[in-house]
């Protein structure tokens, strides 16, 4: 009896310091975030910011949704509103979708939506679809009392203390996302999924009008985030440009505002403004910000202004504007100078 009290004793001991230890450093974000750093880590932004949220619903009367690169985007700049950045790693629309209507059912009316649409949806292809249990059954996010006793939310803490993060994004005491990598951008490597097939589908249409009913009372504003102007003319290269400019054109008919912010400019020029070519930096994400929901598009385009045609047009004077600095900047895609045609590509 002895023993197993003191074994009791002991693993209630292990099982409270873990918790503690956890609950410090919060690595899902259910507190206030990591005590003992200035930096907290994306283990699970679905899950963290589901719990980041959680109880405050009715706070905010603005919310973006998005993927990896509209994380960057500061809420904070959003001027005239209070936004929730619930954003997060690989996001797609029909996640869109299930979020929208759990944040509906706790409170959320929001005036002002924000979704940065990703060209990538107008692949056809299987989209990914990871929403946690708790959300499609329109519950509160796991306790954190049977988190933070987890092995597992016990190497997230350690990490977050002696590692590196899991993803090339962090966030600060805030929870403002910010660059997390130094490797500066090289525009002769192929950004990820570049040669993933043109953009044909248009089913999400019918997903974006669906996020857009689950809100009806809320202005409804989608952004095309920047992209390398070498993955731009790469794209006029093989002929995948015009149906790139077809799905943002199509995209902008669910909006009542959509600024395009990918076509060639100095913005998406500048290898020093992105890491990857396609996440940008936090300097870019302000300036993408001040100009939504209402201000002068800056560098990017009004979609809701332009026809399809306009809009390729654009791209390719911009392209030719910028042929002979692409051509220099590292020799593009595959180390080859990316060809720029003068007339319209196939």
């Known amino acids: 009896m002895r023993y197993l009290a003191m074994l009791a004793a002991t693993t209630a001991a292990c099982l409270a310091v873990a918790l503690v230890f956890n609950a410090l450093v919060d690595p899902l974000w259910y507190f206030s975030g990591n005590r003992f750093s200035q930096v907290n880590y994306a283990f699970n932004e679905r899950l963290s910011k589901s719990n980041l949220i959680a109880g405050r619903e009715r706070e905010y009367d603005c919310v973006i949704f998005g993927d990896s690169r509209v994380t960057l985007l500061p809420e904070q700049e959003i001027t005239g509103y209070r936004c929730f950045n619930f954003a997060f790693s690989s996001g797609v629309v029909s996640e869109f979708i299930d979020y929208a209507k759990w944040l509906k059912m706790r409170g959320l009316s929001p005036r002002l939506v924000i979704v940065g649409v990703s060209a990538g949806d107008f692949r056809k292809r299987k989209m990914p679809h990871n929403v946690p249990d708790f959300v499609m059954k329109g519950k509160s996010p796991p306790s954190p009392l049977l988190e933070y006793l987890s092995l597992d939310v016990l190497g997230m803490s350690w990490r977050s203390l002696f590692g590196t993060s899991p993803i090339d994004r962090n966030y600060d005491r805030d929870f403002r996302c910010q660059v997390a990598v130094t490797t500066p951008y090289n525009p002769a490597k192929p950004i990820r999924d570049l040669y993933s097939g043109p953009f044909d589908d248009r089913e999400p ?33 093989i002929g995948w440009l015009p149906s790139y400019t077809r799905a943002f054109d199509d995209a902008s008919t669910v909006f009542d505002r959509f600024v395009d912010y990918s076509p060639p400019s100095a913005l998406t020029m ?5 890491y990857d070519g396609t996440h940008y930096s936090e300097k870019v994400n302000s300036i993408i910000a001040a100009s939504l929901p209402d201000g002068q598009a800056m560098m990017g385009l009004d979609l809701t202004a332009l026809t399809n045609a306009q809009i390729l047009e654009v791209y390719r004077r911009r392209l030719r504007e910028y042929s002979s600095a692409l051509a220099a900047g590292a020799g593009g895609p595959h180390g080859r100078p990316p060809a720029v045609p003068t007339s319209p590509a196939r």
């Open 270 to 274: 500048d290898p020093g403004n992105t």
């Open 205 to 237: 249409l019918t997903l974006y009008g669906r996020l857009r009913s689950i809100f009806p009372q809320a202005r409804f504003v989608g952004y095309a985030p920047p992209l390398s102007a070498w993955a731009i003319a790469e794209y006029e290269r």
